[in-house]
């Protein structure tokens, strides 16, 4: 009979058994944001806005680890009002700390040592310092060819190394494919930043996650029009992990502090 008086009463039931004191608020509104596209002059203060919601969806904890990556993404804003919005929003949470270019650093070593034929050679033949890590030093290496025809050639030397399995394997499913996504991803990003559609269509379609929301992002840098994709981001991916809402802020961080593309 109590049972059943507390199921009948439940407000009062509920009351009793709550713990004192309101609980503790979200620090991502869920639900908050305007509905729709985000297509207009306020394109970029939609699009984080949606960014935002969709933290809002995953657990608190998970959502305070995100609050970096937000600050890392807004501190390039050029608009000093939305700037200011999103500090006063952040409040003192930092941006991440750069991590040390290690990449870049070997890339500038080995050319030093062997000279830009040299490491070109020793790229293709997978040879120290490029036997781990070959598409991240390569990728370095693109801004530090001598001419414009090399950086050329050494993009080609990427896409050839990403197509092509290593002796003893067969196919485009090999023990090699790990590094294969991550040729097509660094080249993929870079040709987001060459603004280079077509290169970066054939390229996305070497990574591991075409679909992914980061390189639909990416390709509106040349396209235009990356507010369509906000109700997608509001929506989140479903699960609770973090991964998505990042990839939405490293996808959308070109756009954001570059602008598009022009023409």
């Given at each position: 009979m109590a049972l059943f008086s507390c199921l009948v009463a439940v407000g009062a039931c509920a009351a009793t058994a709550a713990p004192s004191g309101p609980p503790p608020a979200p620090m991502f509104a869920p639900g908050a944001g305007a509905p729709g596209d985000c297509t207009g002059p306020a394109e970029a203060s939609c699009m984080l806005d949606a960014a935002w919601q969709a933290a809002?969806?995953?657990?608190?904890?998970?959502?305070?680890?995100?609050?970096?990556?937000?600050?890392?993404?807004?501190?390039?804003?050029?608009?000093?009002?939305?700037?200011?919005?999103?500090?006063?929003r952040l409040g003192t949470a930092p941006?991440?700390?750069?991590?040390?270019?290690?990449a870049r650093r070997q890339a500038e070593a080995a050319i030093a040592e062997y000279g830009?034929?040299?490491?070109?050679?020793?790229?293709?033949?997978?040879?120290?310092?490029?036997?781990?890590?070959?598409?991240?030093?390569?990728?370095?290496a693109v801004e530090l060819a001598p001419d414009p025809d090399q950086r050329v050639y050494l993009i080609d030397i990427m896409f050839s190394l990403a197509g092509a399995p290593k002796p003893g394997t067969s196919g485009f499913i090999s023990q090699d494919s790990f590094e294969r996504a991550s040729l097509g991803h660094v080249l993929t990003e870079q040709m987001m930043k060459d603004c280079n559609l077509v290169a970066f269509d054939r390229a996305r379609g070497l990574t591991a996650a075409p679909e992914s929301i980061r390189y639909e992002l990416w390709r509106t840098r040349m396209t235009g029009g990356a507010g369509k994709l906000a109700p997608r981001i509001r929506q989140g991916d479903g699960s609770d992990d973090t991964t998505f809402v990042r990839h939405v802020l490293e996808g959308y961080g070109p756009v954001l502090r570059q602008g598009y593309c022009p023409g």
């Open positions: 809002g969806l995953l657990p608190q904890d998970k959502q305070a680890r995100l609050k970096p990556a937000f600050a890392e993404t807004t501190r390039g804003i050029r608009d000093g009002a939305l700037a200011s919005r999103w500090q006063m941006p991440p700390q750069p991590a040390p270019d290690f830009w034929q040299g490491f070109l050679a020793r790229a293709h033949r997978g040879e120290a310092p490029l036997n781990m890590g070959r598409p991240e030093i390569l990728a370095a």
